[in-house]
């Protein structure tokens, strides 16, 4: 399977689908949605009781406003969900969801029998237990491939591609900006010498608390390398020099619709730590049942959870892009949830030449907005795998972070732009800016173009 990681949802009735009690070791998962978050005591007008000291100065230098989405579900009414024998394991406060784990399926009932639940909705069910963690591995991955004379090395034409060097030439590679990023696991970035110079902020692991990051998954490796990679004549990434959180949201055992919860958890931790800027290359859209939810009809923005999500983080002053998804030459064809969202940057891929990729999902949305925004190279971008080599990879998930990047890099340049202002930067710097389509959105922008367009601007308010 290729990662966006392209998921496959199914939100139907579970009656028809879980039976009455559960035998063996395996759990259930039903997500709560609540008709209000209770009264919790707290206040907007006393933010610093319930959002941390880097939530609320990247609200403040964005001029965003504290809401009532800010404020925390109320603690009782997590124990009387607790009270049915179910277990919190997920929940958002922008969304009023908990995701509630049980080995009884029957406790759908107690649930929804609670006066503050508004429905509940099965997503999840699978192996109770996760596997704990390895024991640690201290030996270092060092690459094969042998410096050249290029100071990118083998990132050059993925970074020349979008005028980046030039970027980083002006003296702005990320220095100060804070990204979260959100994918399926980073193995081994711990122990592979091009990540040696990482400004890691921190980890986290939604999916199973308390493990790991480091293990059983390369995706996050590859895109994280696309950016924070520093070996100068080896691999030199698009913003080695801002400082990174790494989150881990995608169950690599399953593919079911829980998946948007845990993502929607990441974003909302990666809000809760004042990052600027997220970046995801997970993409959802079906799941292969009879039954399914989603369809293109819904690729407005507004319905898939996901996607509301992602809109919420732009409200709260986040600048998120998000990979539009592998698609383009399946049956579904389209872009994937969240890049139907409002207000971020959804990233398709191109080839060399400046062609669409085969796969690259497409546009417009189920409402005609254009998307995918922007793109970049997505064909034979330069990543590294676990093993600390230098590889080639195919995907939306890669132009995605080696955008996300530099565009780090010019809001380093030009801080008081708002993440709208970020988007529309990126959008006039492309180069079908004036003619837009379904296929490469705004196509490729000009980043150090877009650079001097702004210091112009700023120089003539």
Known sequence: MLKTIQKIFFLGAFGLLISATVSGSHSYRFRVYLKDKGNTGYSIDRPEEFLSKEALERRAQRKVAVTSSDIPISESYIDSLSSTGAEPVAQSKWMSTVVMNSPDSLVVDKLKALSFVDSVKWVWKGEADYPKNLEPDTSKFYPSDLPVANYYGQADSQISMLNGVKLHQAGFRGQGMHIAVIDAGFQNVNRISVFDSLRLLGTKNIVSPGQSVYESDDHGTKVLSCMAANSPGVMVGT???????????????????????????????????????????????????????????????????????????????????????????????????????????????????????????IGFTADYRVKPDVVALGSGCSVVDASGNITYANGTSFATPILAGLSVCLWQAVPELTPKEMIDTLQRAGHISSHPDAELGYGLPDLYKAYKSQCKHVSER
């Open 239 to 361: 913003a080695p020099d801002a400082s990174y959180w790494l989150i881990k949201s995608e169950d690599n055992r399953s593919e079911f619709p829980v998946e948007e919860d845990y993502w929607v958890a990441a974003v909302e931790f990666a809000d809760s730590v004042g990052v600027d800027v997220i970046t995801s290359s997970l993409g959802y859209f079906m799941f292969d049942t009879e039954d399914s939810v989603y369809s293109q009809c819904s690729l407005d923005g507004k319905t898939a959870l996901i996607s509301k999500a992602a809109s919420m983080a732009a409200d709260k002053g986040i600048l998120l892009f998000s990979s539009a998804g592998n698609e383009g030459a399946s049956s579904w064809g389209k872009i994937t949830f969240p890049g139907d969202a409002d207000e971020i940057v959804t990233v398709g891929a191109v080839t060399d030449d400046k062609k669409k990729s085969t796969f690259s999902s």
